[in-house]
């Protein structure tokens, strides 16, 4: 008994110990939206005993409260946005663990004839020249950053009614595009998983920007010692291990594999030993 309540004395005196396998990342809508944490987690709870509590904004966003201190990892899909909180001290050990592809999506009739581009350039070219109604998220996430730099690639400043900025989530700009038979770019997980397509329909894919990647950066303890950062490493081995990009792979909406792995651990597999990622 008195081991016992001496343990207690140590356990209480000791911060953090109570909730060191409690873990809160900083994350993407699109992630949350397609259904991945929801599959993945309780996975990664029944391995490991880490609860991860996730906090669903845009990219930007996510990385803000990463940089105040208010996660413990952050999980989001802009590169340089990603690299520019490493080297500002802000995070440590970035890590490779997936991706996947954007998309534009509009109404299968495409009055934008953009299912005929040859190019996301020329993708959205046509989209400025027929001014048809494009739903911008205008949150400065991920995607946002992205599609910015779609127009800018096409030499276009989007202004007037036919563009829309909502300032919301990937599953908002998808409701409002399908009420209004309006485009979107999308990331590939979030339109697969997405109930309300009404007219929608993937009209252009597979030019080699649209690439879509996700990276998981770990809070700096010298900036913040009050972050689980024990938790957090533990958290990104099991993320980046073979067993846990396997179960990356093997989170599907109606069949179809919404994101493939990519860590450099399970890269080091031989390429038989890796399951097939969709073209």
């Known amino acids: ?12 005196a000791v911060p953090g110990v109570a909730t060191e396998r409690t873990l809160t990342l ?5 992630t949350q939206n397609s259904g991945l944490y929801d599959y993945l987690l309780p996975i990664l709870k029944d391995e490991t005993g880490i609860d991860v509590q996730v906090v669903a904004v845009g990219t930007g966003q996510a990385l803000r409260i990463a940089q105040n201190g208010d996660a413990d990892a952050v999980m989001v899909h802009h590169r340089t946005s990603e690299d520019a909180f490493v080297s500002g001290g802000h995070g440590v050990d970035r890590r490779d663990v997936m991706y996947n592809d954007f998309v534009i999506v509009g109404p299968a009739v495409d009055p934008a004839g953009i299912s005929l581009a040859t190019s996301v350039r020329d993708a959205f070219e046509k989209l400025a020249e027929g001014q048809v109604i494009f739903i911008s998220r205008g949150d400065d996430s991920g995607t946002h950053k992205r599609e910015q730099e779609f127009w800018e690639m096409a030499d276009v400043e989007p202004s007037g009614s036919w563009y829309r900025e909502i300032g919301s989530g990937m599953g908002a700009a998808l409701n409002m595009a ?10 590939r997980g979030t339109w697969l998983s997405f109930g309300n397509k009404g007219n929608l329909t993937i009209l252009f894919s597979a030019d080699p920007p649209l690439f879509n990647p996700y990276g998981l950066i770990l809070v700096n303890p010298d900036r913040h010692d009050h972050v689980r950062h024990n938790t957090a490493l533990q958290f990104a081995d099991w993320l980046t291990s073979v067993r846990g990009q396997l179960a990356i792979a093997g989170f599907r909406v109606a069949g179809e594999q919404l994101f493939c792995p990519n860590s450099e651990e399970f ?13």
């Open 1 to 12: 008994m008195r081991f016992c309540f001496a343990l207690a004395l140590v356990l209480c």
């Open 26 to 30: 900083a994350s993407t809508t699109s």
């Open 178 to 187: 399908s009420v209004t038979d309006g485009y979107t770019l999308s990331d």
């Open 267 to 279: 890269l080091s597999l031989p390429q038989d030993q890796r399951p097939p990622c969709p073209d």
